[in-house]
């Protein structure tokens, strides 16, 4: 498409078509394409077509976190035969799928099912033990695939080199973010795709801005300050979701409820009814309608569509060796904690999610998080 869009102009083809038409429906034919991409690969998975019969050997937490990956990410189009473990660990995989056999009856497993992919999830296996595997499995299959013990170590950006003469393998690790290119493009993408939301959503700002001052007293916006790039103190733009004595009802609550006080010290927030919330705070935060102000952080160059969450000053002393990591780029709307269970993530958990994004930061993993945003806040995942 890109290409047909060049050709049009530099070729003079183009006449008197508007440049800002053709840009719009460049945009529309993306979004369309990956909705009708995501969509047909939903049908064909529901029909269990098209998918490729894998079995995993280990059955353990390694295991557990690749089937959430098969699950959240349709394109990957697995079908799971079964495991192959001699005690599994995880006490949730053998009651969804079958335990095929033992690591002993590894090779008569394959024969049987004709199996053509198997992946090996267990990183805590020594490599005398894990290149045994490889070597009776690799002639029995087209694809052999292992998870090293390398969780939590940063692979959007790595690389692989191979060190034929040694039998060594090198992993080269890229920092993206610190290439000054990369830094103008996410600008670039942040500035162009924040002013095409703007646009659409100013009526309903002011709609929204209209409901809280009718709702309860107090100013329409709550502008708290947040740590933003380098450390930085930026103020955030948020509409108001609470009271303004919200401090001292917060105190009173978990004075008298230890429940939401123990909630509070994991999450730094109350699950189901929290008493500081307005009418209207309820119904924005279900939504994350009250972020939507944010949208003029991005604008003025405080934020990011994409990126970590925006801390409080407060919250420094506990981000420990994440802060110097999270203030290497801007804070954005959203980002991986949004998508991957927002509220319900420990703040703890929060800091290595965003300090992942960082680390693996890439143009299309803004564009995914943007896009899988959307659905998380219509299936209202994890708001409260």
């Not at 089937?67 to 053998?94: M, Q, R």
Request: hydrophobic letters at 45%.
């Amino acid at each position: 498409m890109m290409v047909s869009i060049v050709l049009m102009y530099f070729g003079h083809i183009a006449g008197g078509i508007s440049r800002i038409y053709v840009c719009l429906l460049a945009i529309w034919a993306f979004g369309f394409l990956c909705s009708f991409r995501y969509f047909l690969k939903k049908i064909l998975i529901k029909c269990n077509m098209f998918l490729e019969p894998v079995i995993i050997i280990g059955a353990g937490k390694t295991a557990e976190l690749i089937i959430n990956e098969f699950k959240n990410d349709i394109g990957l189009g697995v079908n799971i035969l079964g495991f192959i473990d001699d005690d599994p660990i995880s006490k949730v995989l053998p009651q969804e799928y079958p335990i095929l056999g033992t690591f002993d009856e590894t090779e008569e497993v394959i024969k049987k099912t004709k199996v053509k992919t198997v992946l090996i999830a267990a990183p805590g296996l020594k490599k005398n033990e894990l290149l045994k595997l490889v070597n009776l499995i690799q002639p029995l299959v087209k694809n052999l695939a292992f998870i090293p013990d390398l969780i939590g170590a940063p692979v959007g950006n790595m690389q692989i080199e191979r060190l034929y003469d040694s039998q060594l393998i090198l992993l080269k690790i890229k920092n993206n973010l610190s290439r000054r290119y990369n830094r103008i493009l996410k600008k670039i993408f942040d500035t162009i795709v924040g002013v095409i939301i703007f646009i659409p959503i100013a009526p309903i700002l002011i709609l929204i801005a209209i409901a809280i001052k009718i709702d309860s007293e107090g100013s329409i916006f709550f502008n708290a300050k947040r740590i933003g790039k380098n450390n930085v103190e930026f103020t955030c733009y948020k509409f108001r979701t609470m009271y303004n004595d919200s401090d001292k009802i917060l105190e009173n609550y978990l004075a008298n409820n230890k429940k939401a006080a123990d909630e509070w010290r994991i999450f730094r927030k109350i699950k189901g009814y929290d008493p500081r919330v307005t009418k209207v705070g309820i119904w924005l935060r279900r939504y994350s309608l009250d972020e939507l102000p944010q949208i003029l952080n991005v604008l003025t160059g405080n934020m990011s569509l994409v990126g970590p969450r925006p801390y409080l000053p407060k919250e420094k002393n506990e981000m420990g060796t994440y802060l110097n990591i999270i203030t290497n780029t801007l804070p954005g709307i959203t980002g991986l904690w949004q998508i991957r269970g927002r509220n319900e993530i420990t703040f703890s958990d929060r800091l290595k999610m965003d300090a992942w994004y960082i680390q693996n930061w890439s143009v299309w993993i803004d564009v995914v998080l943007l896009y899988k945003t959307i659905f998380i806040v219509l299936n209202k995942n994890g708001a409260y």
